[in-house]
T-cell receptor, first 114, second 118 residues
Framework: DAGVIQSPRHEVTEMGQEVTLRCKPI?????LFWYRQTMMRGLELLIY????????DSGMPEDRFSAKMPNASFSTLKIQPSEPRDSAVYFC????????????FGQGTRLTVV | AQSVTQLDSQVPVFEEAPVELRCNYS??????LFWYVQYPNQGLQLLLK??????LVESINGFEAEFNKSQTSFHLRKPSVHISDTAEYFC????????????????FGTGTRLLVSP
C-alpha cells in the first residue's frame, strides 16, 4: 500500500476563498483522523471517523470547518471561508485497530491563507 | 482526561553523543504510550510504543524508551545519535481501547526538536 495520501501538498489561497483538502486512507483501515499542526498549538485532533461515520468533531475550531467521508477510501476537510489564522499543516491519518496500536500519517497539506 | 508534557522544546546535541528526550504524562487510568518522529516536511511516523509487558521498548534505529509508572514518565533515549536523527519527536498517550466503543484518541505532547550537529 502507498500509505495515506493527501492532496495537495501545498495550498496558497486568498482570505475568503474556499479550501478543500483531500485524503485517501490506507485500504482497509476503519479509522480516519484529521489533525492540524501549528507552532502555537502543536498537533490538534480536529475530527475522526470510524467506518465513514464522524465520531468526534469536538476539535473542529468553528463552523467554517467541515469534514466528510463519503466512502471508505476518501475524505475531505473543507474550510469556507478561509482566514489567515487557518494557515497550518493539516495531516490526515488512518488506523486499523481497536487496540490503539498505531496511526499512519500522510505527508500533510501545508495551507497558507494570505 | 489525559495530558502529556514535553518540557524541552529543543535539544541540541553533537553527533555520537547520548540524548534523552523527556516525556511525562497525567492520567487517572492506565495508558498506552507512544513516541512518534517527524522528519522535515514529512508526516509523523511511529517510533516505538508501550502497550503492556516489558517496560523497556526499543525501536529499530537504536532508540529506546522506558515506562515508569511511579514517575509517570516515558523518556526516550539513544546512546549515540546521528545527524539523520535530526527531527521533531512527539510523545503521545491514549487509554486502552474500550471493549464496546473501541478506539481511544491519542493525546500528543507539544514536541521536542532534536538538533544533531557534527
Amino acid at each position: 500500500d502507498a500509505g495515506v495520501i493527501q492532496s495537495p501538498r501545498h495550498e496558497v489561497t486568498e482570505m475568503g476563498q474556499e479550501v478543500t483538502l483531500r485524503c485517501k486512507p490506507i485500504s482497509g483501515h476503519d479509522y480516519l483522523f484529521w489533525y492540524r499542526q501549528t507552532m502555537m498549538r502543536g498537533l490538534e485532533l480536529l475530527i475522526y471517523f470510524n467506518n465513514n461515520v464522524p465520531i468526534d468533531d469536538s476539535g473542529m475550531p468553528e463552523d467554517r470547518f467541515s469534514a466528510k467521508m463519503p466512502n471508505a477510501s476518501f475524505s475531505t476537510l473543507k474550510i469556507q471561508p478561509s482566514e489567515p489564522r487557518d494557515s497550518a499543516v493539516y495531516f490526515c491519518a488512518s488506523s486499523l485497530t481497536t487496540t490503539n496500536t498505531e496511526a499512519f500519517f500522510g505527508q500533510g497539506t501545508r495551507l497558507t491563507v494570505v | 482526561a489525559q495530558s502529556v508534557t514535553q518540557l524541552d522544546s529543543q535539544v541540541p546535541v553533537f553527533e555520537e553523543a547520548p540524548v534523552e528526550l523527556r516525556c511525562n504524562y497525567s492520567s487517572s487510568v492506565s495508558v498506552y504510550l507512544f513516541w512518534y518522529v517527524q522528519y522535515p516536511n514529512q508526516g509523523l511516523q511511529l517510533l516505538l510504543k508501550y502497550l503492556s509487558g516489558s517496560t523497556l521498548v526499543e525501536s529499530i534505529n537504536g532508540f529506546e524508551a522506558e515506562f515508569n509508572k511511579s514517575q509517570t514518565s516515558f523518556h526516550l533515549r539513544k546512546p549515540s545519535v546521528h545527524i539523520s536523527d535530526t527531527a521533531e519527536y512527539f510523545c503521545a498517550v491514549s487509554p486502552p481501547a474500550r471493549v464496546n466503543t473501541g478506539f481511544q484518541k491519542l493525546v500528543f505532547g507539544t514536541g521536542t526538536r532534536l538538533l544533531v550537529s557534527p
